[in-house]
């Protein structure tokens, strides 16, 4: 069982930056890998940002250079800084957790960028 909630989201002007977090309540599984995904009104889900457990991160081109992903591995907890948002970012992001045999979601939190 792996429960994971999302929070940080809201509204925020282009060029701003938001901080969301994740955390995992987690039983008698290892969490691997830890990461946001996002999916914006008409579009498909997408990655955002990952990290596995040992520290590999991986960006999408989009918000490379401009989203830090972040994980505190003894809080099963995820975080992704978002600076210098843009418009385009807007979507519902969703904390993703994978374990050796499963893929977990969260419910998703709402990123307005609005101009």
């Known amino acids: 069982q792996v429960q994971l909630v999302e929070s940080g989201g809201g509204l925020v002007q282009p060029g701003g930056s938001l901080k969301l977090s994740c955390a995992a309540s987690?039983?008698?599984?290892?969490?691997?890998?830890m990461g946001w995904y996002r999916q914006a009104p008409g579009k498909e889900r997408e990655l955002v940002a990952d990290?596995?457990?040992?520290?590999?991160?991986d960006y999408a081109d989009s918000v490379k250079g401009r989203f830090t992903i972040s994980r505190d591995n003894a809080k099963n907890t995820v975080y992704l800084e978002m600076n210098s948002l843009k418009p385009e970012d807007t979507a519902v992001y969703y904390c993703k957790a994978t374990t050796r045999y499963r893929t977990y979601w969260g419910q998703g939190t709402q990123v307005t960028v609005s101009s």
């Open positions: 990290s596995a457990r040992y520290g590999r991160t």
């Open positions: 987690v039983t008698f599984f290892s969490i691997d890998t």
